[in-house]
């Protein structure tokens, strides 16, 4: 098998070139992009202000958190201002389902109702 070369195949390469093989080989499918995302995740370094400005700002993490669905529990595990801001959108984000539930209730009673 010859991915044990890659390495020394690709060490010559720009940044551009490399960046427009990952990029073509993330597109390849759903797996390859998560692969991707994954390393870069782990290799690349944020900034310390997107984490202190940003992650952990109590203005901005209910808002990141709000767009996770509720079943996405082991956002709230990652630090203090991650479980407030959890806390605090977690009623908004059930809402709607609640609702929906009732309104499927409220249907099947009438339904039932009518027969």
């Known amino acids: ?15 551009a070139q490399l960046c427009a093989i990952i990029e073509a080989q993330a597109g390849a499918s759903d797996a390859a992009l998560r692969v991707a995302e994954e390393h870069a995740a ?14 952990l700002s109590p203005d901005l993490a209910p808002h990141i958190l709000a ?25 908004k984000r059930e809402r709607p389902r609640m609702a929906a539930q009732s309104i499927t209730r409220e249907f099947h009673n009438k339904r039932l109702s009518h027969k």
């Open 42 to 55: 782990r290799l690349v370094e944020q900034p310390e202000w997107v984490l202190s400005e940003v992650l």
């Open 67 to 91: 767009q996770l669905p509720t079943t996405e529990h082991a956002a709230k595990g990652t630090c203090r201002a991650w479980r407030r801001g959890w806390k605090e959108t977690l009623k």
């Open 1 to 15: 098998m010859a991915s044990h070369r890659i390495g020394a195949r690709v060490a010559g390469l720009s940044p």
